[in-house]
């Protein structure tokens, strides 16, 4: 085992929730909306500042960065406590509550309101329900193209317990466990190796798992380096990262500035133009670097001022409604432009936004609470009397990160980029 260093928070922090990383999955939904406001406009094509508008889609990389924190931290806790690993089945049962009523809704919902969809057929019901449907080109429907990042992330969910039997091991060694996950980043840089050769398309492989593997990767090392820092089991050198987070702005204003490079031509081009293999890998480290910025100061470090506002009750709401934002927000903008008859890239910018986050936060709010709050409810009831009242689980408190977002679209038609 490692040099321990002592532990920097109360026992009861260890194993319990994370509250002020809720807010963060409210500022990933909030900026990708900008995102694909920005693009509806044509506000991102044809201002100097649209290039900040285009770069919104950093938010998948918040989300994505955040499940891989978020999902592995009850494992390296669990072995980092001596606890029995959590149960795959249970993981797997708590996944899909969270994840499938409310998307299985949407997709009835945008496959039969939506003019668009008028002739979608039985593979396109099928292929939206099963997550299959970012395995072959133009198969993503009106109000749907988002879901492309919502596939991917499932297969992350579905190979986590395997990953995480395989990088944990039998005995906490949280050094071994993030050079393991790190090599995720090896997945996704032979991907990109490929893409620069030719053998796979920039605009499909794009939305597969293998692209965004170090994405997840770096969020399930956080979670090991966390969970080692809470358990008094981190080296020193892993000290580096409460000293990070005690400086906030720093660390904000180092990911600002890194989003500026990601304005310019070097993270590709901001328009219906495919990326090169290098520019995307150039856009994913960057978007990589930039939600760990984001994330440290609010996952790690002792109380702030910071934390207290992430996690005040205002924020915590909006991360919980956020998964029915990332669901609902596409669909409200083709209504939008339904209603208003406007043409594709026209209306403003502001009352777009507007319209799009009120009506999109309606439906995100019916969504939580008519459908996944109280599926959430039921299974956690389920759970309680199998275990019974007195009995530990043997499980922390795992918080639930929402999916990625979304694809502008062009028609119905997915334009893919890093999750715009």
Same mark, same amino acid.
């Given at each position: 085992?490692?040099?321990?260093?002592? &532990?920097?928070?109360?026992?009861?922090?260890?194993?319990?929730?994370?509250?002020?990383?809720?807010?963060?999955? !409210?500022?990933?939904?909030?900026?990708?909306?900008?995102?694909?406001?920005?693009?509806?406009? +044509?506000?991102?094509?044809?201002?100097?500042?649209?290039?900040?508008?285009?770069?919104?889609?950093?938010?998948?990389?918040?989300?994505?960065?955040?499940?891989?924190?978020?999902?592995?931290?009850?494992? +390296?806790?669990?072995?980092?406590?001596?606890?029995?690993?959590?149960?795959?089945?249970?993981?797997?049962?708590?996944?899909?509550?969270?994840?499938?009523?409310?998307?299985?809704?949407?997709?009835?919902?945008?496959?039969? =309101?939506?003019?668009?969809?008028?002739?979608?057929?039985?593979?396109?019901?099928?292929?939206?329900?099963?997550?299959?449907?970012?395995?072959?080109?133009?198969?993503?429907?009106?109000?749907?193209?988002?879901?492309?990042?919502?596939?991917?992330?499932?297969?992350?969910?579905?190979?986590? &317990?395997?990953?995480?039997?395989?990088?944990?091991?039998?005995?906490?060694?949280? =050094? *071994?466990?993030?050079?393991?996950?790190?090599?995720?980043?090896?997945?996704?840089?032979?991907?990109?190796?490929? %893409?620069?050769?030719?053998?796979?398309?920039?605009?499909?492989?794009?939305?597969?798992?293998?692209?965004?593997?170090?994405?997840?990767?770096?969020? %399930?090392?956080?979670?090991?380096?966390? $969970?080692?820092? *809470?358990?008094?089991? !981190?080296?020193? #050198?892993?000290?580096?990262?409460?000293?990070?987070?005690? $400086? @906030?702005?720093?660390?904000?204003? +180092?990911?600002?500035?890194? %989003?500026?490079?990601?304005?310019?031509?070097?993270?590709?081009? *901001?328009?219906?133009?495919?990326?090169?293999?290098?520019?995307?890998?150039?856009?994913?480290?960057?978007?990589?670097?930039?939600?760990?910025?984001?994330?440290? &100061?609010?996952?790690?470090?002792? @109380?702030?001022?910071?934390?207290?506002?992430?996690?005040?009750?205002?924020?915590?709401?909006?991360?919980?409604?956020?998964?029915?934002?990332?669901?609902?927000?596409? %669909? #409200?903008?083709?209504?939008?432009?339904? =209603?208003?008859?406007?043409?594709?890239?026209?209306?403003?910018?502001?009352?777009?936004?507007?319209?799009?986050?009120?009506?999109?936060?309606?439906?995100?709010? $019916?969504?939580?609470?008519?459908?996944?709050?109280?599926?959430?409810?039921?299974?956690?009831?389920?759970?309680?009397?199998?275990?019974?009242?007195?009995?530990?689980?043997?499980?922390?408190? $795992?918080?639930?990160? +929402?999916?990625?977002?979304?694809?502008?679209? #062009?028609?119905?038609?997915?334009? &893919?980029?890093?999750?715009?």
């Amino acid at each position: 085992m490692s040099t321990a260093a002592a &532990p920097t928070v109360s026992e009861p922090s260890v194993t319990g929730r994370l509250p002020a990383l809720d807010a963060l999955r !409210a500022i990933g939904a909030v900026a990708v909306v900008g995102h694909h406001v920005g693009f509806q406009t +044509a506000v991102t094509m044809n201002t100097i500042w649209g290039g900040w508008l285009a770069r919104l889609d950093v938010g998948v990389a918040i989300f994505f960065v955040l499940s891989g924190f978020l999902l592995f931290r009850p494992w +390296a806790l669990n072995a980092a406590t001596g606890r029995a690993r959590p149960r795959a089945k249970r993981y797997l049962w708590r996944r899909a509550l969270r994840i499938l009523p409310a998307y299985w809704l949407a997709i009835a919902v945008c496959l039969i =309101v939506l003019p668009q969809n008028g002739q979608a057929s039985v593979a396109d019901w099928i292929r939206h329900l099963t997550f299959t449907q970012i395995y072959q080109p133009g198969q993503l429907r009106a109000g749907l193209s988002q879901t492309w990042s919502l596939a991917t992330e499932v297969v992350f969910y579905l190979l986590l &317990p395997l990953i995480a039997v395989l990088t944990v091991g039998r005995s906490w060694r949280p =050094v *071994r466990t993030i050079v393991i996950v790190s090599g995720s980043a090896l997945l996704t840089a032979g991907w990109l190796i490929l %893409m620069g050769l030719g053998w796979l398309d920039t605009t499909l492989h794009t939305m597969w798992f293998p692209s965004y593997a170090a994405w997840f990767g770096a969020g %399930m090392a956080l979670a090991a380096a966390h $969970a080692a820092l *809470r358990t008094g089991t !981190a080296p020193a #050198v892993f000290r580096v990262l409460d000293d990070l987070a005690s $400086a @906030p702005v720093t660390c904000w204003a +180092a990911a600002v500035g890194l %989003m500026a490079i990601a304005t310019t031509p070097v993270a590709g081009p *901001r328009d219906l133009a495919e990326p090169t293999a290098a520019e995307f890998g150039v856009k994913l480290a960057l978007y990589l670097l930039i939600a760990a910025l984001i994330l440290i &100061p609010v996952a790690f470090g002792g @109380p702030s001022r910071a934390k207290e506002i992430f996690g005040s009750s205002s924020a915590r709401w909006l991360g919980a409604v956020s998964y029915g934002l990332f669901l609902w927000h596409p %669909m #409200v903008i083709e209504l939008i432009y339904l =209603v208003d008859d406007r043409p594709l890239f026209s209306g403003g910018l502001l009352n777009t936004f507007a319209l799009t986050m009120a009506f999109g936060l309606v439906y995100a709010t $019916a969504s939580y609470y008519g459908v996944e709050r109280p599926l959430q409810l039921l299974g956690s009831q389920r759970r309680h009397r199998r275990t019974g009242p007195g009995q530990a689980s043997g499980t922390p408190a $795992a918080d639930v990160a +929402a999916p990625a977002t979304t694809a502008p679209t #062009v028609a119905g038609t997915p334009v &893919p980029t890093v999750g715009g």
